[in-house]
Nanobody
Framework: QVQLVESGGGLVQSGGSLRLSCAYSGTIFSINDMGWYRQTPGKQRELVASFTSGGNTNYRDSVKGRFTISRDNAKNTVYLQMNSLKPEDTAVYYC??????????????WGQGTQVTVSS
């Protein structure tokens, strides 16, 4: 059974920091293919950070220089360090495979996400 458990969200003031964690199991996904998504009401889920097939990282322009994705292979855990947070970063954050097609063919499993709220 696929399990994706995100944690670490909360309420923070603009300019603050949070560190999100995602522990996952029961999937064939490699930790090297994982990424972080976020979603706000009425909008599509968007990929904000991920590892690339070449072993590097990729970030959405709006979070470059502020967010850092990292991983602990031994713990099957992916992290997202978020600094200099802005109100527009407010969203529910999820982790999953960086490729939407792969998510679908694996059964379209998603965790409960973790809410990040940034006050101005």
């Amino acid at each position: 059974q696929v399990q994706l458990v995100e944690s670490g969200g909360g309420l923070v003031q603009s300019g603050g920091s949070l560190r999100l964690s995602c522990a996952y199991s029961g999937t064939i996904f490699s930790i090297n293919d994982m990424g972080w998504y976020r979603q706000t009401p009425g909008k599509q889920r968007e990929l904000v950070a991920s590892f690339t097939s070449g072993g590097n990282t990729n970030y959405r322009d709006s979070v470059k220089g502020r967010f850092t994705i990292s991983r602990d292979n031994a713990k099957n855990t992916v992290y997202l360090q978020m600094n200099s947070l802005k109100p527009e970063d407010t969203a529910v954050y999820y982790c999953n495979h960086r490729n939407a097609y792969m998510i679908i063919i694996a059964g379209n499993y998603w965790g409960q996400g973790t809410q990040v709220t940034v006050s101005s």
